[in-house]
């Protein structure tokens, strides 16, 4: 079965600086994708950046990065410019695009942004 | 474009009583899911749905939950008898059809407490 963990619980970054969350993944499948979700007090699950396993590029969206290490299976967050509206719980998920086609999702991360 | 809607946002019940949340998902979206959520844990998907069949719902607790989209669009999540363990947040999410390259988009979920 596939397990996603984020071994860090709680993080925070002063307002501006750059901070990143790790994730790690378990999978003997070759073609997934990973995902990056936000999760504010307001409970929606929002998308912050997806990874296709196929692709060798690490994917990008304004602020937010990842470096996708497909051979050590970890899949790490960078938020550049950390901002108030960034604090929030931080969830990496893995889905298999063969198979068992089911987001399974890690415990999370607190991310805390310092003014 | 309208998001995934969920209602109630909160519900308090006892042991026992049972209870429903509702769910309207993305208009067009053939593929609707219910995770549950507690605290301090990623979401756990519960049942997934394309159109108004069940595709997984390998984790559901059929003795008390139960979950249906009669009509491909609006589902309706249930649980009764409730227990305890049952508090925790239901998230509904969709997405243009099933299979790990189509983004799930989540609602804001419904928090539960039982008491």
């Known amino acids: 079965a596939q397990t996603v963990t984020q071994s860090q619980p709680e993080m925070s970054v002063q307002e501006a600086e750059t901070v990143t969350l790790s994730c790690t993944y378990d999978?003997?499948?070759?073609?997934?994708?990973l995902f990056w979700y936000k999760q504010p007090p307001s409970r929606q699950m929002i998308l912050v950046i997806r990874?296709?396993?196929?692709?060798?590029q690490n994917a990008t969206e304004n602020r937010f990065s990842v470096n996708f290490q497909k051979a050590a299976k970890s899949f790490s967050l960078k938020i550049s410019d950390s901002q108030l509206g960034d604090a929030a719980m931080y969830f990496c998920?893995?889905?298999?695009?063969?198979?068992?086609?089911?987001?399974?999702f890690g415990t999370g991360t607190r991310l805390t942004i310092i003014p | 474009e309208a998001g995934v809607a969920q209602s109630p946002r909160y519900k308090i019940i006892e042991k026992r009583q049972s209870v429903a949340f509702w769910c309207n998902p993305i208009?067009?979206?053939?593929?609707l899911y219910w995770y549950q959520q507690i605290l301090g844990q990623g979401p756990k998907l519960l049942i997934q749905f394309q159109n108004n069949g069940v595709v997984d719902d390998s984790q559901l607790p059929k003795d008390r939950f139960s979950a249906e989209r009669l009509k491909g669009v609006d589902s309706t999540l249930k649980i009764q008898p409730a227990k305890l363990e049952d508090s925790a947040v239901y998230l509904c999410?969709?997405?243009?059809?099933?299979?790990?390259?189509?983004?799930?988009?989540f609602g804001a979920g419904t928090r539960l407490s039982v008491l």
């Open positions: 999410a969709s997405s243009f059809s099933k299979g790990a390259k189509n983004i799930q988009y």
């Open positions: 998920a893995y889905i298999s695009n063969f198979g068992n086609e089911k987001l399974t």
């Open positions: 990874q296709e396993a196929y692709k060798q």
């Open positions: 208009s067009g979206h053939a593929t």
């Open positions: 999978t003997s499948e070759s073609d997934y994708y």
